[in-house]
T-cell receptor
Framework: SQTIHQWPATLVQPVGSPLSLECTVE??????LYWYRQAAGRGLQLLFY??????ISSEVPQNLSASRPQDRQFILSSKKLLLSDSGFYLC?????????FGSGTRLTVV | EDQVTQSPEALRLQEGESSSLNCSYT??????LFWYRQDPGKGPEFLFT???AGEEKEKERLKATLTKKESFLHITAPKPEDSATYLC???????????FGGGTRLMVKP
């Protein structure tokens, strides 16, 4: 069966520090992968999606970047975090019948 | 412009008090409408996919219906454990990226 792993679960980082969030998928090949951000009490905003290794598309201009170094690995990064980068970050992969989400990372930038 | 709107933003019910959540969408060429449940601090959990007007799906106390302009999530005799945020989403663009509504936060009091 397919599973998706996302870590860390929570992260507190100072303004200006770098960021790296990792997501891996098991049990499927060549999945479409997505990074979403959810502000408190609001819906999900698509940040990046990838249809294959090295293929990244961005939906909104921002302080973040994404990379896909391996087929089932998706990484969200930042060189210098801003206060506005705080939020709940979710990785997802899409297969037949819809999306499966990871457990999320709560990022607080202080 | 493709858009998904959910109402109400929040809903308080007494245990056993049935109600409905609404998801309105404007998408050219609907390729499915997805319902998810999200508990605090966790990733969304898939509930249903509806593909055509008139389609209905049920799971325990939940029933999802679809028309050409909106979807309803009916909750019959809810229990406190049904408390969560319910999200609907539709795929847009060729990449099948899901666009989410803002969610309805459901609170069921015993």
């Amino acid at each position: 069966s397919q599973t998706i792993h996302q870590w860390p679960a929570t992260l507190v980082q100072p303004v200006g520090s770098p960021l790296s969030l990792e997501c891996t998928v098991e049990g499927t090949s060549n999945p479409n992968l997505y990074w979403y951000r959810q502000a408190a009490g609001r819906g999900l905003q698509l940040l990046f999606y990838s249809v294959g290794i090295g293929q990244i598309s961005s939906e909104v201009p921002q302080n973040l970047s994404a990379s896909r170094p391996q087929d089932r690995q998706f990484i969200l990064s930042s060189k210098k975090l801003l206060l506005s980068d705080s939020g709940f970050y979710l990785c997802a992969w899409s297969g037949f019948g819809g999306y499966t989400f990871g457990s999320g990372t709560r990022l607080t930038v202080v | 412009e493709d858009q998904v709107t959910q109402s109400p933003e929040a809903l308080r019910l007494q245990e056993g008090e049935s109600s409905s959540l609404n998801c309105s969408y404007t998408v050219s060429g609907l390729r499915g409408l997805f319902w998810y449940r999200q508990d605090p601090g966790k990733g969304p959990e898939f509930l249903f996919t509806l593909y055509s007007a008139g389609e209905e799906k049920e799971k325990e106390r939940l029933k999802a219906t679809l028309t050409k302009k909106e979807s309803f999530l009916h909750i019959t005799a809810p229990k406190p454990e049904d408390s969560a945020t319910y999200l609907c989403a539709v795929p847009i663009n060729a990449g099948n990226m899901l666009t989410f509504g803002g969610g309805t936060r459901l609170m069921v009091k015993p």
